[in-house]
């Protein structure tokens, strides 16, 4: 009995790992097309039918032309870091909350923010062990913001932890059934959302990848395979708050269809987000985490600790 269900666990998070990999694939597509229409031109649209395997063919480019690494790179941790990042990214949805029991830990939440505070050892690393300047710039920056912006991110979900008195995405489903939090807790959602943008190193607050001073910031080094599984790594992350963000605030009926609508539409607002705004400057970006987000998070959270000592 105990094997049988140890087989179905592993046989269901491979299928996961395999969807989320299809997913981030056409999720690239989608952003390509969607820029493309913003900035009033066609997205790829000569590799089969409207584009479709364009997606396909990039990996088959990227994994098959050679890896260059420089001479004086950490050899080890240079090939290391690209690889734990995708790990990192595809463990995350180890959380998803699956209806059959098999991964839905009940602290869930907690597992999230030290999956994310491991990631940015990875970047760390890609910036540091390249040996390049600009690479070490961008890891040093990114390093910098992904940390900035972890405190908001744990200071929101810990007023939703006093709140929902759980660590279990399980419970946000059955608690949104007549209302969705987004409703109540609006400022909440628009700083989680802008917080998300930070922590994927997402337009405006791409500094790690500052193209016109850091030359692609820390995998500026990266080229072939290093470089795709980075941005797979990305993606993936991009895929998975979005999942989060429909399951903490729009209501996380996950067994629904309309509910992987909600996944594609918040998907698209970062995609959005990034065709539409400048990037920040840095010392706005700082300023931005410890003035403004920080001291929202603080308030709600000491709100909702009032609330529940109050209902007591």
């Known amino acids: 009995m105990i094997l049988s269900e140890v087989m179905l666990s592993i046989v269901s998070m491979l299928l996961l790992i395999i969807c989320v ?66 790990f990192l990214s595809l463990v995350l949805w180890a959380i998803y909350p699956f209806m059959t029991l098999l991964f839905s830990f009940n602290l869930g939440l907690l597992f999230f923010l030290c999956c994310t505070s491991m990631g940015v050892y990875t970047v760390m690393i890609a910036g540091w062990s390249s040996n390049s300047n600009y690479a070490l710039l961008g890891g040093l920056r990114a390093v910098a913001q992904t940390i900035s912006y972890e405190v908001s991110l744990a200071l ?70 290093g470089f795709a599984l980075i941005f797979m790594a990305e993606y993936t992350s991009i895929m998975f708050m979005s999942m989060l963000f429909c399951l903490v605030f729009m209501g996380g009926d996950v067994m629904s269809f309309s509910f992987f609508m909600k996944l594609v539409f918040v998907a698209f607002i970062f995609i959005w987000v990034r065709g539409t705004l400048p990037r920040f400057r840095y010392d706005k970006l700082m300023y931005l985490a410890w003035k403004g987000y920080l001291p929202v998070a603080l308030n709600f959270l000491l709100f909702f600790l009032g609330f529940k000592v109050m209902m007591i």
């Not at 056409?26 to 009033?40: A, D, M, P, S, V």
């Not at 997606?55 to 088959?60: G, I, Q, R, S, V």
Request: glycine share 8%; net charge negative; hydrophobic share 50%.
């Open 21 to 86: 990999l299809i997913g981030m694939a056409f999720l690239t597509l989608l952003e390509r097309k969607i820029l493309g229409y913003i900035q009033i031109r066609k997205g790829p649209n000569k590799v089969g039918y409207m584009g479709l395997p364009q997606p396909l063919a990039d990996a088959m480019k990227l994994f098959t032309s050679e890896s260059v690494n420089p001479v004086l790179s950490n050899y080890l941790l240079y090939y290391i870091s690209p690889i734990m990042s995708l």
């Open 156 to 225: 929101i979900l810990l007023s939703f932890v006093f709140l929902t008195e759980s660590y279990c995405l399980m419970d946000f489903i059955g608690l949104q059934v007549n209302i969705w939090f987004g409703f109540i807790t609006l400022p909440l959602m628009l700083a989680w959302f802008a917080s998300c943008l930070a922590e994927t190193n997402r337009t405006p607050f791409d500094f790690a990848e500052g193209e016109s001073e850091l030359v692609s910031g820390f995998n500026v080094e990266y080229s072939g395979g």
